[in-house]
């Protein structure tokens, strides 16, 4: 089983010809609410892959936090562990202009409530494979969870985002560190990101930095071993990160070794690329097993 403990948010997306200045009001074009947050996508995609996934977290008491656990529940994630908080529903109020800049307000809501780990969190760890984190729950309860599961040789993977500098205790205590390139070279202090991944497995066995269309590299005992991407047409890569994660622990868990499980994390990111939205692109198994004969 995968545990997974990280955010689950709802992203209000509002498409608007001009951003409103200061004190002004304008009238929006579109308006749309698409579950997101790292943690939920990540153990969303982990299961559309064929994972068995539990997912720990908190939403509000309220319809944004239903929707959330009825969307991770239908895809078969186990949700007994995600919290209902006094606090509301995590959201990312998204603002895109007509030129397709975006401005972002995140509100952690719930998500900023899941402060310590509880008794439940320690029964799930310890049942898990495979431990998935990201930095959108507090700093000090990703420190925690990652110590507990590597003081049990249970494996810590980390997206690093959204990118803060991070203490060596939680490095080293994490197994495989997936930054995408600018999140590896702020974590490094080191702009060219090989270079950035390189220094980071000092403190982590592995490193698996995503560079966009041009794939990822993976850096592990001194050597550098590519990741191609897959060729394709994207039309929207919101939580191609999240789906690469995803799908790489559940090959992992799968009995994949990690250069398998990238290889197919590669494809399903490829084909999640090619769709809209975050959770609406993530394939599921049965689609990544075609593209992969396919290509
Ligand atoms: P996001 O924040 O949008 O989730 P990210 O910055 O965390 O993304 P990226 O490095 O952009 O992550 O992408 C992750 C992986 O997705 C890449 O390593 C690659 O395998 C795949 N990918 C991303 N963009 C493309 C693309 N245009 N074509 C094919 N594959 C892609």
Known sequence: MIAVLGSANLDLVVTVERAPGRGETVTGRTFATLPGGKGANQ????????????????????DFGRRIRELLADAGVDVSGLAVSDQPTGTA?????????????????ANGTVTALTDAHRATIDRAELLLLQLELPLDLVVEAAR?????????????APAVPLPEELLEAVDILVP????????????????????????????????GARGAAWLSGGE?????????????????????????????????????ALHRASAAAALS???????????????IDAFLAEA
């Not at 939580?239 to 690469?244: E, I, L, P, R």
Request: with cysteine; net charge negative.
């Open 224 to 260: 550098t071993i590519p990741v191609p991407a897959f060729p394709v047409q994207a039309v929207d890569t919101t939580a191609a990160g999240d789906t690469f994660v995803g799908v790489m622990a559940a090959g992992l868990a799968g009995g994949l070794q990690l250069g398998g």
């Open 273 to 287: 690329v090619q769709r809209p939205g975050a959770s609406s692109s993530m394939p599921d198994r049965a689609e």
């Open 180 to 211: 995408n390139e600018h999140e590896a070279a702020l974590l490094a202090g080191i702009d060219d990101p090989i270079a950035a991944a390189e220094q980071l497995t000092r403190l982590c066995d592995d490193v698996v930095v995503t560079l």
């Open 43 to 62: 153990a969303l995609a982990a299961a559309r892959a064929g994972g068995d996934v539990a997912f720990l977290g908190a939403v509000g008491d309220d």
């Open 148 to 160: 507990y599961a590597h003081a049990r040789e249970i494996p810590v993977v980390l997206t690093p």
């Open 93 to 109: 109020h998204i603002t895109v202009d007509g030129t397709g800049d975006n401005s972002i307000v995140v509100v952690p809501g």
